[in-house]
């Protein structure tokens, strides 16, 4: 099946640096998630980006189909962004959610 | 709009008894997800439902785990007899137009099983 590999697996920021997680992955996919896990457990969803770039806020992301990767960047971190991030792709017409193993962030005031 | 709802939050129950979980998606949306996280496997699909109808529940551990979903705005995941090794939070997720779209996900329920 699908692998799904996400870098850092942990990274610690001072309040308002700037960051990349970046999230490869083995085979072609028709569904990329990025999700946010905030410190109570939710997971939220971040963005749906099999391909191309969008942003929302202080968060952007890239996705490049061609070469198997997929880039989040938060911009001018605050401690509420302090939590793990997971990519999540579906490769082919049939397949299933696969998550990452996430990266843990922890944003210092 | 309501996010999708599960109840309970928490869960504590000893082993061997029957634990029901249950789920409500957003309105509208004609797929719901179950999925069980743990620090070993991370996060794992057990089943999947279109349209009410079971697609895929090659995820479910095995016979001790069943989900139902009797209409578009209901589902189940029973577990009977719990055990302790199934510890963990259950999410469930919906999304409007199958596996490839936007899933969302409730808040997840927290089980200990003693």
């Known amino acids: 099946g699908i692998q799904v590999e996400q870098s850092p697996p942990d990274l610690i920021l001072q309040e308002g640096a700037n960051s990349t997680l970046r999230c490869n992955f083995s085979?072609?996919?028709?569904?990329l998630q990025w999700f946010h896990q905030n410190p109570w457990g939710q997971l939220i969803n971040l963005f749906y980006?099999?391909?191309g770039t969008k942003q929302n806020g202080r968060l952007s992301a890239t996705t490049v189909a061609t070469e198997r990767y997929s880039l989040l960047y938060i911009s001018s971190s605050q401690t509420t962004d302090s939590g793990v991030y997971f990519c999540?792709?579906?490769?082919?017409?049939?397949?299933?959610?696969?998550f990452g193993k996430g990266t843990k962030l922890s944003v210092k005031p | 709009d309501a996010g999708v709802i599960q109840s309970p939050r928490h869960e504590v129950t000893e082993m061997g008894q029957e634990v029901t979980l249950r789920c409500k998606p957003i309105?509208?949306?004609?797929?719901l997800f179950w999925y069980r996280q743990t620090m070993m496997r991370g996060l794992e699909l057990l089943i999947y439902?279109?349209?009410?109808?079971?697609?895929?529940d090659s995820g479910m551990p095995e016979d001790r785990f069943s989900a139902k979903m009797p209409n578009a705005s209901f589902s189940t995941l029973k577990i009977q007899p719990s055990e302790p090794r199934d510890s963990a939070v259950y999410f469930c997720?919906?999304?409007?137009?199958?596996?490839?779209?936007?899933?969302?996900f409730g808040p997840g329920t927290r089980l200990t099983v003693l």
């Open positions: 997720a919906s999304s409007a137009l199958g596996r490839a779209d936007t899933q969302y």
């Open positions: 085979d072609s996919v028709n569904n």
């Open positions: 980006i099999p391909s």
């Open positions: 999540a792709v579906i490769g082919g017409s049939q397949g299933n959610l696969i």
């Open positions: 309105s509208g949306h004609n797929s």
């Open positions: 439902f279109n349209n009410n109808v079971p697609i895929d």
